[in-house]
């Protein structure tokens, strides 16, 4: 079984320009979950899609935004990068299973200049 | 607001040895307690979880412990191999209120030395 799905891996992008990263979830998978984890920091809850629905959103700015096709697949889309937007983008799917967590993607580097 | 923390941001232990990563949370409405494993460049991989009317799960090498009362939980890793070497992140995921999201705290760093 094919696990969560990022592309791409590494993405450099210049202050001022959009980037977009995309997830594919576990097969079987609604529900898909953005987190930023910057140098030297733990996980920051970005944003959570249910069934096509944005669900809940972290404490970013509107700049943040996503979407989820009928496939569940998910992007996440960043306006007018900012320096400090440098970061590892993780996405993760679940199922209803409560205790078993979230599986998490591998994860898009990006870096803005 | 920081509603799980990990106090320590690095371990060094000897192979063979237990290895403890601890955990608090202030927030009394996590339903589960969650444990992460992460090496550099990979996203984290889920370990081993516990339910809050638990206090305590074993898997393998791996043994979670949580004390309610304290809002404290603990990993235990025995033996300790130098494969275990990685960011350790604990979560707490919301109960009554599904928000969907997994609150992280900061990680500790494990180093299992040879």
């Known amino acids: 079984e094919a696990g969560v799905t990022q592309s791409p891996t590494h993405l450099i992008k210049t202050r001022g320009q959009q980037a977009t990263l995309r997830c594919s979830p576990i097969s079987g998978h609604t529900s898909v979950y953005w987190y930023q984890q910057a140098l030297g920091l733990g996980l920051q809850f970005l944003l959570w899609?249910?069934?096509?629905?944005?669900?809940n959103r972290g404490n970013f700015p509107p700049r943040f935004s996503g979407r989820q096709f009928p496939n569940y697949s998910s992007e996440l889309n960043v306006n007018a990068l900012e320096l400090e937007d440098s970061a590892l983008y993780l996405c993760?799917?679940?199922?209803?299973?409560?205790?078993?967590?979230?599986?998490f993607g591998s994860g898009t580097r990006l870096t803005v200049v | 607001d920081q509603q799980v923390k990990q106090n320590s941001p690095s371990l060094s232990v000897q192979e063979g040895r237990i290895s403890i990563l601890n955990c608090d949370y202030t927030n009394s409405m996590f339903d589960y307690f969650l444990w992460y494993k992460k090496y550099p460049a990979e996203g984290p991989t889920f370990l081993i979880s516990i339910s809050s009317i638990k206090d305590k799960n074993e898997d393998g090498r791996f043994t979670v412990f949580l004390n309610k009362s304290a809002k404290h939980l603990s990993l235990h890793i025995v033996p300790s191999q130098p494969g275990d070497s990685a960011v350790y992140f604990c979560a707490g995921n919301h109960g009554s209120s599904n928000t969907g999201k997994l609150i992280f705290g900061q990680g500790t760093t494990l180093q299992v030395k040879p």
């Open positions: 993760a799917s679940s199922s209803l299973d409560r205790a078993g967590g979230y599986t």
């Open positions: 899609y249910d069934e096509g629905e944005e669900r």
